[in-house]
């Protein structure tokens, strides 16, 4: 079982006042502060490394390539993708996805179909819209219940021989949802889609096996999971990654230059066009060491726990609504009141040092399903602890008893 | 008293009403008890058009002229923002547009409030005396 107390001292920024108040930070699903071991390994980078990788023979361009390419070494571990190659660096879970819709732009045209689900944060979401439009294939959505979970007797009626595309999350931003990848991407599979998983909020709460799972695509964002901003990742089967064309054009990715043409790198550089976010990858490597060094299990423990003892605390609110009460849920507790605008519930909790997320989590599909401008989002980390549930839901009290 | 040393004297008024209050939680309070007495505007202004932008909870405004005065009617879904509303409408209502046109809205600041609140509220904020001061420019031309 993880020691919340012990963790967060690793967390110089948890330990500060916000309007006069000690700080609750519950905004995780939106970024996880970062421990000292991850500043350190920015800082070391720059203070010992830097340099730009895979171009020169000095020494410290040879360091810096080796540090670039270790977490690339950690993250095909992570996910368990059978080869380094398959682990493309893109700047976070958007780029990751927008990489691939831009890629299918080829592939792609009318009467084929793009499948996603109406659970999906706008980053992916968009990037199908954007890819629909441009090719005229039509997008298709999986309806929610009430629940929060994806209707999966519609997800099968809608795939069909036209479904190219089936796109969702592992985990929803917004609700908590868990989905069952697997079980999806068979589906998926069987009329020959490709499959494409947002993992932003997966890869820091559950372990994923991408060749169990058996996706296509699987996407995530250092930041979320105690690392630096601007780095992601893309994991991509090696025979997609090849049918795929370049994303990017520019240094790294290319093999040939002529003033005629260019002939592109192998993988992974052919997607990785320029001189990459190096520090962040650097501190994504301590990132991934840190919550190894925790392990998936504890990570998973500690959250069941915050999420019982916080369901049961926000359950004894009066008039309190959750949003998202499916059966698997992950580190994320969605909440209303019927006659209170989220907004200011957000703002009187701000003013007793408590961050959360109000508003629509960038999942705007979710809102209208509900008919509700948006909820208050508590979200988990490794830090979290349940005195932050117990501020929580004293602050939530006292804003009801101003508000009311 | 013209209506620029009115709209100067609710100004003050407001200004020592919020000084009253030492912790902010208690001028949210405050805020909060503004909102709650403006009274609910009919459904009909709640239009596209009346609808500020900028603002993560809904605002609508709007304004007649009367005896060449000019007189707000405003809502909005969060009461926060509705206390935000009131208080301007307490300052603005009545006054000549010549006087809105120009109204800096300087107790705001003297307040604390728009250095207080989120910069996404405080865009809101912006947005509705920007609107008012419109409604002002406006309402001179039509005369």
Request: include cysteine.
């Amino acid at each position: 079982m993880i020691d919340a107390a012990a963790l967060r001292t690793e967390f110089p920024i948890l330990h500060q006042q916000v309007h006069g108040k000690p700080l609750v930070y519950l905004d995780n699903a939106a970024t996880t502060q970062k421990p000292r071991a991850v500043i350190a390994a920015v800082v070391d980078y720059y203070e010992r490394i830097n340099s730009n990788v895979h171009r020169g023979v000095h020494t410290l361009s040879q360091r810096a390539t080796d540090a670039f390419e270790a977490t690339r070494g950690k993250l095909q571990r992570l996910v368990n993708a059978a080869h380094e190659h398959e682990i493309i660096y893109t700047t976070g879970t958007t780029g990751s996805i927008n990489l691939v819709a831009h890629g299918f732009r080829s592939l792609l045209g009318p009467g084929d179909e793009i499948l996603v689900s109406q659970l999906e944060h706008h980053s992916n979401l968009v990037p199908w819209q954007m890819l629909a439009q441009h090719t005229g294939a039509t997008l298709r959505y999986i309806p929610i219940l009430p629940d929060g979970s994806l209707d999966l007797d519609e997800a099968q009626r809608l795939l069909n021989p036209r479904t190219k595309l089936l796109a969702f999350n592992h985990i929803s931003n917004a609700l908590g949802t868990v989905n069952p990848v697997k079980q999806l991407t068979e589906w998926g599979h069987a009329v020959g889609a490709c499959v494409v998983v947002d993992g932003a909020q997966g890869l820091p709460h559950r372990p994923v096996d991408v060749q169990e799972l058996g996706v296509d695509f699987y996407a995530g964002s250092a930041h979320k999971m105690y690392g630096p901003t601007g780095i992601g990742m893309l994991y991509g089967r090696t025979e997609w990654l090849e049918k795929l064309p370049p994303y990017q054009g520019g240094g790294e990715m290319i093999s040939t230059v002529t003033m005629a043409q260019s002939t592109y790198a192998g993988l992974p550089f052919k997607f990785e066009a320029g001189t990459p976010n190096i520090e962040a990858v650097v501190g994504w490597g301590a990132a991934l060491d840190w919550m190894n060094a925790i392990g998936m299990d504890a990570l998973m423990a500690h959250e069941a726990d915050l999420m019982a003892y916080g369901t049961e605390r926000l359950r004894a609110i009066d008039g309190l609504v959750l949003f998202g009460t499916a059966p698997e849920k992950s580190a994320v507790l969605s909440f209303g009141f019927e006659d209170l605008h989220p907004y200011d519930l957000g703002t009187l909790l701000d003013q007793q040092g408590i961050a959360v997320r109000t508003g629509q989590h960038c999942a705007q599909p979710i809102m209208d399903y509900y008919r509700i401008p948006g909820t208050v989002r508590a979200s988990f980390a490794a830090y979290s602890s349940r005195e932050d549930v117990d501020r929580l839901g004293d602050g939530v009290e006292r804003a009801l008893r101003m508000l009311r | 008293m013209s209506t620029l040393e009115i709209l100067k004297a609710r100004e003050a008024e407001v200004v020592e009403e919020f000084e009253f209050f030492d912790e902010w939680m208690d001028r949210y309070e405050h805020l909060i008890a503004q909102g709650k007495t403006l009274p609910a505007a009919s459904e009909s202004i709640k239009t596209d058009d009346n609808l500020i932008r900028g603002c993560q909870s809904k605002v609508w405004i709007t304004a007649e002229k009367r005896e060449g005065l000019v007189y707000f009617t405003a809502d909005s879904d969060a009461i926060i923002t509705r206390g935000l509303v009131a208080l301007l409408l307490r300052v603005c209502n009545g006054l000549a547009p010549e006087v809105l046109a120009q109204a800096d809205f300087g107790f705001l600041q003297e307040i604390g409030l728009t250095e207080h609140l989120s910069p996404t509220r405080a865009n809101g904020l912006q947005s509705m005396m920007k609107q008012i001061r419109l409604y002002g420019v406006a309402f001179q031309a039509v005369n």
